[in-house]
């Protein structure tokens, strides 16, 4: 038996404010027409089949908003589903009728199977992160069965797409633009389990990037620390010195960079800072703007640059890892 959830994903429009065009946004949206695998496939009760459908509504009548629309076919897994409901209404048939009991549990293999496919979604938004940064913020989505309202999916963060005209106008990084099927067949290759502790470093690196996407831009500090996190799992091995580590290994990786050195030591410097109390924050929610906030800012854009960067020729030259020698010249 299969069963289809269809998702509707609203995407965010460009502002006057991000450097990118309407283009580079449309480029990432048609990408998920073609996307042909996802990267779970494993649901407990259902497992995934295919992708039925996609679709993009471009000029959607309820909002002004494109929408992405999925319509993901999963199988049933027949023995084991007809297992566990059996089990479940033994254990409750004096409460409700057998029928009654049947269809709650029916009801709630859909919405587990709903919440797995959401947590696929958020993958496939922060792979095509990697894939075009910047391009793709959701707004708001849902998952649908039989026509009706399953969960509604909030805001997923893009930590990039504001950061864009800092990134350009310091020239240092430059992305590509890359397939979305390219870095979802990267992460497939890897056979990393995302409902798990991260088993090597690139995976712990992966998994500090997708927490970027649940900050909704509020929070420049986890940003910051969550960025850090991914480039040393990346770059660094070990011992003392990590910040000539980063320093030196990074400009292999993404090239060359005028005064390099001095912003990697503040960016470093702000972390300890922070991490220490030694450095003032601001309450929760409050509208204050200080020197501080910039501080901030300007090492976790940098910082979340790098590491997109870094994932970006990692995938492009189809490498597991960013491993460096030290070599003595002849």
């Not at 350009?168 to 290759?189: A, C, M, S, T, Y």
């Not at 712990?204 to 480039?231: K, M, P, Q």
């Not at 924050?281 to 910082?303: F, R």
Request: proline share 1%; charged share 30%; glycine share 6%.
């Amino acid at each position: 038996m299969t069963e289809t959830i269809a998702v509707d994903l609203e995407v965010w429009r460009r502002s006057k404010i991000d450097a990118l065009s309407d283009e580079q946004i449309i480029n990432a949206i048609d990408d998920f027409v073609l996307v042909n695998t996802l990267i779970i496939k494993d649901y407990d009760l259902y497992y995934f089949k295919s992708i039925k459908a996609a679709t993009v509504d471009r000029h959607s009548k309820k909002r002004y908003y494109p929408t992405i629309r999925l319509e993901i076919e999963c199988e049933l897994r027949q023995e084991k589903y007809s297992k566990e409901r059996q089990d479940f209404i033994n254990y409750n048939k004096g409460y409700e009728s057998i029928e009654k009991l049947g269809k709650e549990f029916d009801r709630s293999a859909i919405s587990e199977l709903s919440a797995r496919i959401i947590n696929e979604l958020r993958l496939l938004v922060v792979a095509s992160n990697i894939a075009r940064p910047g391009a793709i913020k959701i707004k708001s989505g849902g998952t649908y069965h039989n026509g009706e309202l399953i969960d509604e999916i909030g805001s997923i963060y893009n930590p990039i797409r504001h950061d864009l005209k800092y990134i350009n106008k310091d020239g240092w990084i430059r992305f590509r633009d890359l397939e979305l099927n390219q870095v979802l067949n990267w992460i497939l290759e890897k056979r990393y389990d995302f409902e798990n502790y991260s088993k090597n470093k690139t995976h712990t690196a992966f998994n500090a990037f997708s927490h970027l996407h649940v900050l909704y831009g509020e929070d420049s500090i986890l940003g910051l620390i969550w960025s850090l996190i991914g480039i040393e799992a990346l770059y660094c091995s070990g011992g003392p010195g990590v910040t000539n580590q980063i320093f030196e290994r990074t400009q292999l990786v993404l090239g060359n960079r005028e005064g390099y050195k001095q912003k990697l030591k503040d960016m470093y410097n702000i972390r300890s800072r922070l991490l220490h109390g030694q450095l003032g924050v601001s309450y929760a929610g409050s509208v204050i703007y200080e020197k501080n906030d910039k501080e901030i800012y300007d090492s976790t854009w940098l910082a979340t640059a790098i590491l997109t960067a870094s994932f970006q020729v990692m995938i492009f030259k189809d490498i597991d890892k960013l491993e460096f020698e030290l070599t003595l010249k002849q």
